[in-house]
T-cell receptor, first 116, second 112 residues
Framework: AQKVTQAQTEISVVEKEDVTLDCVYE???????LFWYKQPPSGELVFLIR??????QNEISGRYSWNFQKSTSSFNFTITASQVVDSAVYFC?????????????FGGGTRLMVKP | KAGVTQTPRYLIKTRGQQVTLSCSPISGHRSVSWYQQTPGQGLQFLFE???????NKGNFPGRFSGRQFSNSRSEMNVSTLELGDSALYLCASSFNINTEAFFGQGTRLTVV
């Protein structure tokens, strides 16, 4: 069965620090998709990135970057020069192609607090 | 382009009652999924509908049911409410299978 683990339940940093959120996944499927979502206090999950299992290229979007390593089953998320607005709960999620749908298995989430 | 709309935003119900939550997906999206979020269990998948057919179902009792209409709007129903059903219920819409899901703001259900 698929599983996503986010070992860091809470991280606190000071503004402008870099921070990495870890995500480790388990799946028996050879084709799968990995996601990161941000949940601000308002409750809505905001989509950040989707990665398929055949694309191990790292991705950079502004201050955000993602490191996908199949060898260690990890999909880590780094925020460079963090800002107070980055404070939120971040979720890593996995979807397996064999489910032929959009069923997401989420990790437990990492609460990021960025202090001014 | 309008996002995913969930109604109502807040609900208070009594144990034993039933409740219906509604979700309007992004225009053109055919897949709607439902998730339950609680402090103890985190985000858990309930079910997914694609073109009015249930594609996947999570590990929830039969009291939880859903459906999707021809216009892709979806409803989920919980019968015989229990205190443990208190949660944030999130709906997500996707254009196709294995594509990114966009979430609504959720319905916060409190069972007293």
């Amino acid at each position: 069965a698929q599983k996503v683990t986010q070992a860091q339940t809470e991280i606190s940093v000071v503004e402008k620090e870099d921070v990495t959120l870890d995500c480790v996944y388990e799946t028996r499927d050879t084709t799968y998709y990995l996601f990161w979502y941000k949940q601000p206090p308002s409750g809505e999950l905001v989509f950040l990135i989707r990665r398929n299992s055949f694309d191990e290229q790292n991705e950079i979007s502004g201050r955000y970057s993602w490191n996908f390593q199949k060898s260690t089953s990890s999909f880590n998320f780094t925020i460079t020069a963090s800002q107070v607005v980055d404070s939120a709960v971040y979720f890593c999620a996995l979807s397996e192609a064999r489910n032929a749908g959009n069923m997401l298995t989420f990790g437990g989430g990492t609460r990021l607090m960025v202090k001014p | 382009k309008a996002g995913v709309t969930q109604t109502p935003r807040y609900l208070i119900k009594t144990r034993g009652q039933q409740v219906t939550l509604s979700c309007s997906p992004i225009s053109g999206h055919r897949s709607v999924s439902w998730y339950q979020q609680t402090p103890g269990q985190g985000l858990q998948f309930l079910f997914e509908y694609f073109s009015e057919t249930q594609r996947n179902k999570g590990n929830f009792p039969g009291r939880f049911s859903g459906r999707q209409f021809s216009n892709s709007r979806s409803e989920m129903n919980v019968s015989t409410l229990e205190l443990g059903d208190s949660a944030l219920y999130l709906c997500a819409s996707s254009f196709n299978i294995n594509t990114e899901a966009f979430f609504g703001q959720g319905t916060r259900l409190t069972v007293v």
